[in-house]
T-cell receptor, first 112, second 112 residues
Framework: GENVEQHPSTLSVQEGDSAVIKCTYS??????FPWYKQELGKGPQLIID?????GEKKDQRIAVTLNKTAKHFSLHITETQPEDSAVYFC???????????FGQGTELSVKP | EAGVAQSPRYKIIEKRQSVAFWCNPI?????LYWYQQILGQGPKLLIQ????????DSQLPKDRFSAERLKGVDSTLKIQPAKLEDSAVYLC??????????FGPGTRLTVT
């Protein structure tokens, strides 16, 4: 069945360091992989996404890489700042218009 | 552009009572989703609408949950009767392309 595994569950870094969160998916037909940031008391906010025909995408300090052969994708945050502290979720979409399958979340803490 | 609106933001009810949540998607978004997010987990799809038709309700506990999207815009999710395990955040999301999904702030439900 459809499943997304996310690691680590918690991550603590010093301000200015890089953070990496990794996800694996089970359904080889998945073709869209978004990342969401969720702050306390708020809904998930889409921060970056990647489609299956692209290996890497970057937007300022965040980047996502995708390895379709290995069925895993990763979020990279460089030069972390305290405001990056939040829970991050990866997700996979089976087909356009379908449901998102979410990972379990990673609680990122950036210490000043 | 206004985001997804949800109300109420918080609700506390006793078990066996009923409750309803309201969602107004981003203007022009044909697809609307209701997700349930239990504390410490990623969101899980309950039901998906395309305009005013149901696309996927396979994860909706139909003996107690119901949802409608009359006129293909606003949507209401109802729980009757509520159980303790229904305590969660109920998130509404909408999409125009079928890929990017944008979430509202959610309704935090506590069942006592």
């Amino acid at each position: 069945g459809e499943n997304v595994e996310q690691h680590p569950s918690t991550l603590s870094v010093q301000e200015g360091d890089s953070a990496v969160i990794k996800c694996t998916y089970s359904d080889s037909a998945s073709n869209y992989f978004p990342w969401y940031k969720q702050e306390l008391g708020k809904g998930p906010q889409l921060i970056i996404d990647i489609r299956s025909n692209v290996g890497e995408k970057k937007d300022q300090r965040i980047a996502v890489t995708l390895n379709k052969t290995a069925k895993h994708f990763s979020l990279h945050i460089t030069e972390t700042q305290p405001e990056d502290s939040a829970v991050y979720f990866c997700a996979a979409l089976y087909n356009q218009g379908g449901k998102l399958i979410f990972g379990q979340g990673t609680e990122l803490s950036v210490k000043p | 552009e206004a985001g997804v609106a949800q109300s109420p933001r918080y609700k506390i009810i006793e078990k066996r009572q009923s409750v309803a949540f309201w969602c107004n998607p981003i203007s022009g978004h044909a697809t609307l989703y209701w997700y349930q997010q239990i504390l410490g987990q990623g969101p899980k799809l309950l039901i998906q609408f395309q305009n005013n038709g149901v696309v996927d309700d396979s994860q909706l506990p139909k003996d107690r949950f119901s949802a409608e999207r009359l006129k293909g815009v606003d949507s209401t999710l109802k729980i009757q009767p509520a159980k303790l395990e229904d305590s969660a955040v109920y998130l509404c999301a909408s999409s125009w392309t079928g890929y990017e999904q944008y979430f509202g702030p959610g309704t935090r439900l506590t069942v006592t």
